[in-house]
């Protein structure tokens, strides 16, 4: 899936070969990475701040293969004058974003290669309604629930509703509806599968020495989730 739109203004380059393996995959991965960088252009360079984004409650990822049409949750401190230019522009991209994975020429064990990085982005286009401090609860608590949810042992925060109450008003929640879609999952599918093995045995920290910043675990899992089709098509074509 390289671009679902209403307006489809491109954001990121997609390369042919680095699509998404599907719908499913990229509403996946924008599930998994609920920290995101929402950006808004104006004179100038544009403007960016690093916010959680959230799926609201009634909002299951498990029963979408696409995001345009979905609304979403963000919210950043009332001090932060960002959501003054969302209100004035309300166009926002949103781009979630895994760990990036070098890959070293010695794991290809052939001559006259080059390195690269592996990793997955994914853009989303939308408008933003601004919420009211009551709504603003809802997303706030709404977060700390999907983040808790990838924990062990999750933190219940019914002794803390007061204080989320008491602090909300220095919080500006919005909601985002998804207008466009764009996704780059570029994890070594050109390779044969021996050599795509040793990239994502290094990124799970598998087989010699990771290099500092890895392993790469979510690359290694986004890499084991790519169908086996897909593979096997780019070791014919190699």
């Given at each position: 899936m390289e671009c679902h739109y209403r307006k489809c203004a491109i954001t990121v380059y997609t390369y042919p070969a680095y699509h998404a393996p599907d719908g499913r995959a990229l509403v996946d991965f924008v599930?998994?990475?609920?920290f995101a960088v929402a950006v808004t252009s104006q004179t100038g360079a544009p403007i960016g701040t690093h916010v959680p984004v959230v799926f609201p409650p009634d909002l299951n990822p498990a029963d979408h293969e696409s995001l345009v049409g979905q609304t979403l949750w963000l919210h950043l401190g009332r001090a932060n004058p960002h959501w003054k230019r969302m209100l004035e522009r309300p166009e926002v991209l949103l781009i979630h974003s895994s760990s990036h994975g070098y890959v070293s020429p010695t794991l290809y064990e052939r001559p006259k290669s080059v390195p690269t990085v592996d990793y997955t982005a994914v853009h989303l286009t939308g408008r933003v309604t601004m919420f009211d401090d009551e709504d603003a609860l809802l997303v706030v608590e709404q977060t700390v629930r999907?983040?808790?949810?990838?924990?062990?042992h999750e933190w219940d925060m019914s002794d803390s509703r007061d204080v989320f109450r008491a602090i909300i008003g220095g919080v500006v929640a919005f909601g985002i509806e998804i207008t466009a879609e764009q996704a780059v999952f570029k994890l070594s599918q050109d390779m044969p599968g021996d050599i795509r093995k040793r990239v994502r045995d290094e990124f799970a920290g598998q087989g010699g020495e990771p290099?500092?910043?890895c392993p790469h675990a979510d690359l290694a899992?986004?890499?084991?989730?790519l169908p086996l089709s897909e593979q096997s098509n780019n070791e014919r074509e190699n």
């Open positions: 599930a998994a990475t609920p999907q983040l808790e949810a990838t924990r062990k290099l500092p910043g899992k986004l890499m084991d989730s």
